[in-house]
């Protein structure tokens, strides 16, 4: 065939295609079959007319027929994870389970990332009783669905049906898994059982596996840990004991209506992003002693044992022109900080609560606080947090941030000169949000 032939058949090829998907979309079977059928007149490896065809016998219940098509369709098909889809349903509808089964997995294995293949694949399973392996292949159906699907009012049964499975099947892992620890479990305290507990939890679905994701300066190799335990640091107990001096000078700062500031305040030209309802607004308020490394000389001043409290004892971090810093955050009535990431982990974010009036909270990861007055949080802030107020009285904390406690002498060093570093390379003004 001279190339001015083969050119002039490919050409005749694609028109027959694209025309037979044109009935197809309009539900003109009959008419797609046609064309089909003059594809592989003309060359009778066409896969995507041979698997178009088949499915038009399989539709009409001629199975064999169908059969036929779809095997070679797989067969000659760089892409055939849809041959092997379209055989497992002509299995099917003969009731050959193992068979279909076969077959979807031979679709799967081609195109790993078909979300409808693994919810077929799990379907079929279910049927042959086997709801365990049913019960994975919906959780990979639903890794690989795309969000618009999975929101979707049409396939929101199907989503339901997946969910009931991955439920079932997790609540049956659990009890299986804590029987199949033969009372290894037991003696052990709370504390010593934490990290094991929520290993089971994220095993079994009832928590998720927490990530830190630091905005701007990522430090490898420190676990992602959402809160830690303050009995484990000396000094929190200096910084707890000052508790009802700090609320004083706090109680006095409000008495005098010193005001506080908006603590989100977006430069002028930048997007406002998740804090837009909080932009230059006093629904979360900071009243701050130092902030960037400096001190706020008239505001410190009225808050001398908060002040002496943290150089004291805290362990600070401390980076020209960014650290530390500690401030008042005062929550009105009915305000919620949205779900956000901070920007670096080498860095805990450590609360004092003050004034904590009911319904209010803190949640780190999967793992909601309330604050207890006078009882420190630390937490990695570069997990995704928020808080809310939503009762009828202002909430007050005292924040200020500290060396993540796994960092070395050296290591606190090096991490000051690198912010230094990066300021000095972008500039003093350039906006490099709280790093």
């Known amino acids: 065939m001279s190339s001015t032939q083969s050119s002039a058949l490919n050409d005749a090829l694609k028109q027959l295609l694209e025309q037979a998907n044109a009935w197809a979309k309009q539900n003109q079977p009959d008419r797609a079959a046609d064309c089909w059928r003059k594809v592989l007149e003309l060359s009778a490896d066409v896969a995507p007319a041979l698997n178009g065809l088949g499915t038009y016998y399989l539709g009409r219940g001629e199975l064999s027929q169908a059969q036929r098509l779809l095997e070679r369709a797989a067969s000659v098909s760089d892409q055939p994870a849809m041959a092997h889809a379209n055989l497992s349903r002509v299995h099917l509808a003969r009731g050959d389970l193992p068979q279909a089964l076969a077959a979807i997995k031979q679709a799967i294995q081609a195109e790993p990332a078909a979300w409808g293949a693994h919810a077929e694949k799990a379907r079929l399973l279910q049927r042959l009783g086997r709801d365990r392996e049913a ?9 690989y669905m795309p969000s618009a699907f999975a929101q979707a009012p049409h396939m929101q049964d199907l989503i339901s049906e997946a969910k009931a499975s991955i439920t079932a099947n997790q609540a049956q892992l659990r009890d299986f898994l804590l029987d199949h620890m033969h009372g290894a479990l037991e003696g052990g305290s709370r504390r010593e059982l934490e990290r094991f507990d929520h290993c089971l939890d994220i095993v079994t679905g009832r928590r998720a596996f927490v990530t830190a994701r630091p905005l701007m300066l990522p430090f490898p190799r420190l676990p992602a840990i959402p809160f ?23 109680e006095a700062l409000l008495a005098q209506q010193h005001p506080f500031e908006p603590y989100v305040q977006t430069p002028a030209g930048e997007p406002k992003g998740q804090f837009a309802a909080l932009d230059r607004k006093l629904d979360w308020g900071a ?5 960037n490394g400096k001190r706020i000389d008239d505001q410190a001043d009225r808050c001398p044992l908060t002040e002496q409290t943290l150089l004291s004892h805290a362990p600070l971090n401390s980076i020209p022109s960014r650290a530390p810093v500690a401030f008042f955050s005062a929550l009105k009535p009915g305000t919620h900080i949205p779900p956000h990431h901070g920007a670096t982990n080498t860095r805990l974010t450590a609360h004092l609560p003050l004034i904590i009036p009911p319904d209010c909270a803190l949640r780190v990861g999967g793992e909601t606080h309330v604050w207890k007055p006078g009882e420190l949080v630390m937490f990695d802030d570069t997990i995704q947090h928020e808080a809310w107020n939503f009762s009828d009285r202002l909430r007050v904390v005292l924040i200020f941030d500290i060396w993540h406690p796994m960092l070395t002498d050296l290591e606190k060093r090096l991490v000051a000169h690198t912010v230094e570093g990066i300021m000095a390379y972008y500039g003093e003004d350039a906006d490099l949000g709280e790093l």
């Open 228 to 250: 830690f335990h303050r009995e484990d640091y000396a000094w929190v107990s200096d910084v707890e004991s000052a508790f009802s001096g700090i609320l004083s000078e706090l």
């Open 287 to 291: 009243y701050f002693l130092w902030r």
């Open 135 to 143: 019960a994975t292949a919906w959780s990979s159906a639903m890794a």
